[in-house]
């Protein structure tokens, strides 16, 4: 089955930078560069947003919140999506997600605190 796991969040002090990864294990079925790949966030106590788009051909889309600070790619040969988020702030604090293939990852946590 189908199967993302994320990792790279952390603890960081505003205006720090991390790179999320999102691994994925699909089956021999499914072709990684053909889809979509997506980043979420959630807040505690808030609804889980989308932060960043990349499909298959290389186009990007960013939610406004974070524009000109965080950049998608994705690496096909390894089946994985990376998010590199920079000038980090406080309200970028939450639990992220990668969505793909209709499912969820488990979700890394990022923590922008002084």
């Known amino acids: 089955q189908v199967q993302l796991v994320e990792s790279g969040g952390g603890l960081v002090q505003p205006g720090g930078s991390l790179r999320l990864s999102c691994a994925a294990s699909v089956p021999s079925g499914i072709i990684f560069r053909l889809y979509a790949m997506y980043w979420y966030r959630q807040a505690p106590g808030k609804q889980r947003d989308l932060v960043a788009t990349?499909?298959?051909?290389?186009?990007?889309n960013y939610a406004d919140s974070v524009k000109g600070r965080f950049t998608i790619s994705r690496d096909n040969a390894k089946k994985t999506v990376y998010l590199q988020m920079n000038s980090l702030k406080a309200e970028d604090t939450a639990v992220y997600y990668c969505y793909a293939f209709g499912v969820w990852g488990q979700g890394t946590p990022v923590t922008v605190s002084s």
């Open positions: 990349i499909t298959s051909g290389g186009s990007t």
